[in-house]
C-alpha cells in the first residue's frame, strides 16, 4: 500500500480494538516507564494495522499517532515478549474473538528447513 493510499484511508476503515478487546489484553501490557505514556488502544490499534495490511510505519493514518512511537511500543514490546505472552496467555484462556494478524510468508521460506537441513522430526 502506497502512502497515498494510506491517507485515503476513511474513519471508518481504521481499526481500533473494543473495549472487551482492551480488557482482555491489558493484563499482558508492561508497567508504563514513564507518567504519560501514549493511550494504549491508538498505539496497538496501529500496530494491528500495520500487521493485517503490510504498511510501512510511516505510512500509518496520524489518527494512530506519530509512527515512530508505534515503531519503538512495538519493537520494544516484542524484545520483551509482550506479543507473545497476549497470545499464549489468550489461547490458554480459549479466547473466542481474538482477532490474530496474519504474517506474510516468502514463497521460499516452507523450504528453508530442508536447504539447511533442518528435519521436521
Known sequence: MTQSSAKK??????YWLTDEQMARLSPYFPKSRSQSRVDD???LSGIILVN???????????????????????KRWRE???????M???SAQKAES???????M????????????????
Open 98 to 104: 481474538v482477532d490474530a494478524t496474519y504474517l506474510k
Open 80 to 86: 520483551m515478549g509482550v506479543f507473545t505472552r497476549m
Open 41 to 43: 488502544r491508538q498505539v
Open 88 to 90: 499464549e496467555g489468550l
Open 9 to 14: 484511508l476513511g474513519m471508518s476503515d481504521l
Open 52 to 74: 493485517r495490511n503490510g504498511l510501512r510505519w510511516r505510512d500509518t493514518p496520524r489518527e494512530y499517532g506519530p509512527h515512530k512511537t508505534l515503531y519503538n511500543r512495538w
Open 106 to 121: 516468502h514463497r521460499t521460506a516452507s523450504s528453508l528447513g530442508v536447504k539447511k537441513g533442518i528435519s521436521g522430526a
